[in-house]
C-alpha cells in the first residue's frame, strides 16, 4: 500500500528499490508522493545517503537544503515539495533502466521543433528526388567507422525516428565540424542530400520498395541542446548558429596524410569507432 509497506514486506536493496521507484513501478500505490519524494524516502529507508541531484534535487524555492534529517516514520512528502516528474524525464528514466521506451517513442517530444524545421520523416524519404536537401532527426542507434581500402574514415549513422530507421553517411571532408557531434551526442539532427540506390537494372524497372535510402550528411546537430535553447527564447537560427561556432573551434582535426598511406593505422592505435554490438570492427 506504500513505499515503506513494500519495503518492510520484500526484502529490496537500496538499487533495487530506487530503481522501481525511478521508473515508476511505485505510482499506482503512491499517487500523492512524487517519484523524486520517493526517492529520497527509499534512501533514507535504506540508512545510505540521498540519490543524486539528478533523481531527487528539492525545490530551491522552498529553502530546504539537501543536509535535512528526517525521522524514519515521517513521510517525506509532508515536508518536501519535489517536483513531479516530466514527461521527457519518464521516458529517460525507463530508459536508463530497462533499455526500452514503453510509453511513448522520445522523438514525440521534439514533434514542434522538427515541424519548425521542414524534418523529412525516414518512411518519407523515398519520395525525395536524389540530391534533393533533407533534414533529419532521431535517436541515434549506432555508429560504425570501418576501415576501408581507399583509407578514407566515412561513419556510417542508424537514427531512429518516429517512423522506423534512417541511414546517415558522414563523409570525411564534413568531419572536422560535427565528427565530435555525432559521437558525443545521443539525440541528432542532420541536415545532408538524398542518396538512393538499388530498386531498378537494365532488364527491370524501378521497384519503389527495394530503393536502399541513405542522408549523405553535410551537417550534425544535438537535438536536445538545440530543443533546450529554443525553450529558452532563442530564435532557431540563433541556436543553430550556436552549434555551428561551438563545432568550427572544437571540431575533429582531419586525419593527416600519413595515417591515410598506412590506411588508417598509426602507432597500432585504431582510427575507427563501433558501437557496440555493430558490424564494426
Not at 89 to 108: C, N, Y
Amino acid at each position: 500500500t506504500s513505499l515503506e509497506d513494500l519495503w518492510r514486506r520484500v526484502e529490496l536493496s537500496r538499487p533495487v528499490l530506487a530503481n522501481l521507484v525511478h521508473v515508476g513501478a511505485l505510482d499506482s500505490i503512491e499517487p500523492r508522493r512524487t517519484r523524486r519524494e520517493l526517492l529520497w524516502r527509499a534512501a533514507e529507508l535504506s540508512g545510505e545517503p540521498h540519490p543524486s541531484a539528478g533523481r531527487a534535487r528539492p525545490d530551491r524555492r522552498t529553502n530546504i537544503g539537501a543536509q535535512l534529517e528526517l525521522a524514519l516514520d515521517e513521510p517525506v512528502g509532508a515536508g518536501l515539495e519535489l517536483r513531479r516528474y516530466s514527461e521527457l524525464e519518464k521516458i529517460e528514466a525507463e530508459l536508463e533502466v530497462t533499455g526500452i521506451d514503453a510509453r511513448r517513442h522520445l522523438m514525440s517530444h521534439y514533434l514542434p521543433l522538427l515541424r519548425e524545421l521542414g524534418a523529412t520523416p525516414g518512411a518519407e524519404l523515398r519520395g525525395l528526388r536524389t540530391e534533393a536537401e533533407a533534414w533529419v532527426a532521431g535517436v541515434k542507434v549506432s555508429t560504425q567507422t570501418p576501415a576501408i581500402r581507399s583509407g578514407q574514415r566515412i561513419i556510417f549513422l542508424t537514427l531512429d525516428d518516429l517512423t522506423g530507421p534512417v541511414d546517415v553517411t558522414l563523409f570525411e571532408r564534413f568531419q572536422a565540424r560535427c565528427a565530435r557531434t555525432v559521437f558525443h551526442s545521443w539525440l541528432l539532427l542532420v541536415r545532408g542530400v538524398v542518396r538512393k540506390r538499388g530498386g531498378a537494372s537494365l532488364t527491370q524497372a524501378m521497384n519503389q520498395t527495394n530503393v536502399g535510402v541513405t542522408i549523405v550528411a553535410h551537417e550534425a546537430f544535438d537535438l536536445a541542446e538545440l530543443a533546450a535553447d529554443r525553450r529558452s527564447g532563442c530564435t532557431l537560427a540563433t541556436a543553430l548558429g550556436r552549434q555551428r561556432k561551438r563545432q568550427a573551434m572544437t571540431g575533429l582535426a582531419p586525419v593527416s596524410a600519413e595515417l591515410k598511406a598506412r590506411g588508417g593505422q598509426a602507432a597500432g592505435r585504431k582510427l575507427w569507432h563501433s558501437s557496440g554490438g555493430s558490424a564494426g570492427r
